[in-house]
């Protein structure tokens, strides 16, 4: 059969396919099916007992804490993100492109590698007060809480809003500052009135990125000691308390559910491009401010990368490994965490090819369902998918529980829609006059794909399987909670020295971690660049 005519998006709309209908719908019922568990964990509770363990006076402050570190850590991203975008694309800034890209970097630092590092530096006993002793500086602001871990985590998160807001300014056609120009519109008048309505989307979109990260992170609030839900999730887990570890994690979900709407609602309409944003001409010139204005990514920068850094390379002098021999890193740990990433990786790119290619070339309800269904894991919270597994396992298949199928499997539901995502992408980028024509030629539906289409869409292959990769390596809760006994990995020792106040013994496998990352952002920069060449 041949290919019906493009869709209005200029994807290919091909014919009905029972074969591939079937897998992408096996697939996307495999990714959804883990939080069914969790439900059922639910129903077996009391009545009585559920009312009263859902609307306690400590459930009440859990719901209160995770939802001001949320609507905290979003509006501190979005202040921060949007003027180190703005200053970073439509200014003269000094050293524009090397800020660029160095106040995207705190991405590849795990957030709670961060909170242990920020506690070590600025902690009651922390470096920096032993630096300001001798200079009258008994007592520093106090690091642990709500503030802390705002800080933290905004710190490692307001990247999202930063690479969202940039890419939107990028392509934003700056005929229309000049036209506000004309009507005697002042720089900040004109970004108001005219850049910002037009960015906004983008804004929305990092910020929805940055407040699911806050709400779903477990280590950085169970570093800073603040009680939210994934701590409180994780603790009643450990301490056999499944029934309210089931019903916060069951609250968490529909607090996710409500963000998710709530962005779907206020989303404003797609914003208008152009391409001529980065010429030197239409940049606005800072004058006496320039210099000034750096100290914006350069503050920002030094916070996020230099203070964890040289708190790392401190910690790595003065390990003392026959000290505590138990706790010396050892690199299986390090073969641990690769192997398992590299397999998440590549099941998660194999089972997001299907799906992807269904959404992309089907313009359909159908499509977009399966789509959809991917990114539920994503949504939600490690440790709830990870209590999920774990109610499946431990009730249903015990010969899988705590076995490293189950993990994979795990990763692979929580990660999977990145690699759907950029599989998408690319596919949508194939000529679609190609793909005819290797069918009026004779080729069969996969032969057309394996000739013509896989070729062009294997730097988005590559780019998912990365992203995914980098991801399943920082990984905290899943890998604690489903993790097989006695398999180590980076983070269980960076957790286990956290955990054990002994940090020095992080330092190694926190830095390898930091560095793996950085790999993996250069292999997605590096696609994404040949993406672009094709």
């Not at 642990?144 to 710190?155: A, C, D, E, H, K």
């Amino acid at each position: 059969m041949e290919p019906e005519n493009d869709s209005a998006d200029g994807r290919v709309n091909l014919p009905f396919s029972p074969g591939l209908t079937a897998l992408c719908g096996a697939i996307a019922v495999a990714l959804v099916f883990p939080l069914a568990w969790l439900f059922l964990e639910v129903v077996t509770v009391d009545p009585g007992r559920a009312r009263e363990l859902t609307f306690s006076a400590g459930t009440a402050d859990v719901l209160l804490n995770s939802l001001l570190l949320m609507i905290g850590v979003t509006a501190c991203s979005i202040l921060l993100g949007v003027p180190l975008a703005y200053l970073t694309v439509r200014t003269d800034l000094p050293f524009r492109r090397f800020w660029s890209i160095a106040v995207a970097l705190p991405l590849v630092v795990p957030s709670y590698v961060g909170a242990f590092a920020f506690v070590s530096a600025f902690g009651p006993q922390g470096e920096f007060r032993d630096f300001l002793a001798p200079f009258g500086v008994e007592r520093l602001p106090e690091v642990y809480g709500l503030p802390g871990s705002v800080l933290v985590i905004t710190l490692y998160t307001y990247p999202y809003v930063y690479l969202t807001t940039r890419a939107a300014l990028v392509s934003f056609d700056t005929r229309l500052i000049d036209a506000a120009r004309t009507l005697n519109y002042g720089t900040w008048s004109g970004f108001r009135r005219v850049t910002l309505p037009q960015i906004r989307p983008a804004i929305a979109a990092g910020g929805l990125l940055t407040a699911l990260y806050a709400v779903s992170d477990f280590g950085t609030p169970a570093i800073m000691r603040l009680s939210v839900f994934t701590r409180e999730i994780y603790v009643e887990y450990n301490t056999f308390g499944q029934e309210y570890a089931a019903l916060l994690s069951i609250q968490l979900l529909v607090l996710v559910l409500a963000v998710l709407a709530l962005e779907w609602a206020i989303r404003p309409d797609q914003n208008v491009r152009g391409d001529d944003a980065d010429r030197a001409g239409s940049r606005i010139r800072l004058g006496r401010l320039r210099w000034p204005a750096a100290l914006l990514p350069a503050g920002v920068t030094a916070m996020a990368l230099a203070v964890p850094v040289w708190i790392l390379l401190l910690w790595l002098f003065r390990t003392d490994v026959a000290r505590r021999p138990s706790m010396a890193f050892e690199w299986t740990q390090a073969v641990n965490s690769v192997s398992v990433a590299a397999t998440a990786a590549a099941v998660a790119t194999l089972a997001a090819l299907p799906v992807a290619y269904f959404a992309a070339t089907r313009d359909s309800r159908l499509g977009t369902l399966f789509e959809r269904a991917t990114y539920v894991g994503f949504a939600v919270p490690g440790v709830v998918l990870g209590l999920a597994l774990v109610f499946f396992g431990a009730g249903y298949v015990p010969w899988l529980y705590q076995t490293l199928p189950l993990l994979i499997f795990a990763y692979v539901v929580r990660f999977v829609p990145q690699a759907v995502g950029t599989t998408r992408t690319s596919i949508l980028q194939v000529d679609s006059k190609l793909v005819e024509a290797g069918r009026t030629l004779g080729e069969s539906p996969i032969g057309a794909f394996r000739r013509i289409t896989l070729p062009h869409i294997r730097s988005g292959l590559v780019a998912g399987a990365a992203l995914v990769f980098l991801t399943t390596m920082k990984e905290l809760p899943v890998t604690l909670i489903l993790r097989p006994s006695g398999f180590e990995t980076i983070v269980t020792q960076v957790w286990r020295a956290q955990e054990s106040a002994l940090y020095q013994y992080a330092a190694v496998p926190a830095l390898i971690l930091i560095l793996i990352s950085g790999l993996s952002m250069v292999v997605m920069l590096a696609q994404e660049g040949e993406g672009h060449g094709l």
